[in-house]
């Protein structure tokens, strides 16, 4: 069970949109359905930003999108704002009753 | 409105067992298809799933801990707790526990709520 690739940073400036990417294998990502996207602030906890590929939970703005090809999984933050600045985790279910995590992405608003 | 809250010690030896108990409020560990887990997080790293288990005690836990993890649940106190043995530095983090929605017909696969986390330093 290895952890999910994502970029280390991402950035862009106020009303530009950013994608950041998630890679893993056909035994989590490309087998099922189950992607899952997680908004960090220093100091924070994790916060769920969209689940089940491309659903947004109540309260999270449209900004947020997410899609799925293949083995790689991807959030949009379209129209970026300065409160979007955090770290950004990926996850999959991985079959089998098991999560993985990707490293992270450093979201930056210049 | 679901809150979630870590309780523990803030130092551990090395060697050692770690027990950390999770505290639920505003609902029921009961409800639901929920399983309740527990992530970590190194400072300055990652998040890393540890294991998830459901209120009948079934659970799943990540492989890569090596036996180390038990994990349990006290319906009666709406808690649930877990234990990680033979205890390096590398064990270091900040421990999360949160609700999880085990994938179901093309639903869940989620974390929903989390607590605000705890410290676990595991130092001599």
């Known amino acids: 069970q290895s952890a999910l690739t994502q970029p280390p940073s991402a950035s862009g400036s106020p009303g530009q949109s950013v994608t950041i990417s998630c890679t893993g294998t056909?035994?989590?990502?490309?087998?099922?359905?189950?992607v899952s996207w997680y908004q960090q602030h220093p100091g924070k906890a994790p916060k769920l930003m969209i689940f089940?590929?491309?659903k947004r939970p109540s309260g999270v703005p449209d900004r947020f999108s997410g899609s799925k090809s293949g083995n790689t999984a991807s959030l949009t933050v379209s129209g970026l704002q300065a409160e979007d600045e955090a770290d950004y985790y990926c996850?999959?279910?991985?079959?089998?009753?098991?999560?993985?995590f990707g490293g992270g992405t450093k979201l930056t608003v210049l | 409105q679901l809150q979630l809250q870590e309780s523990g010690p803030g130092l551990v030896r090395p060697s050692e067992t770690l027990s950390l108990t999770c505290s639920v409020s505003g609902g029921s560990i009961r409800s639901g298809s929920f399983y309740w887990g527990w992530i970590r997080q190194p400072p300055g790293k990652g998040l890393e799933w540890i294991g998830s288990i459901f209120h009948s005690g079934s659970t799943y836990s990540n492989p890569s801990f090596r036996g180390r993890i038990t994990l349990s649940v006290d319906t009666s106190k709406n808690q649930f707790s877990l234990q990680l043995s033979i205890l390096s530095a590398a064990d270091t983090a900040v421990f999360y526990c949160?609700?999880?929605?085990?994938?179901?017909?093309?639903?869940?696969?989620?974390?929903?709520?989390w607590g605000q986390g705890t410290l676990v330093a595991v130092s001599s």
């Open positions: 056909t035994s989590d990502i490309g087998g099922y359905g189950y």
């Open positions: 996850s999959s279910y991985a079959g089998s009753g098991l999560v993985v």
């Open positions: 949160a609700r999880w929605l085990l994938p179901v017909a093309g639903s869940g696969g989620l974390f929903d709520y």
């Open positions: 089940e590929v491309n």
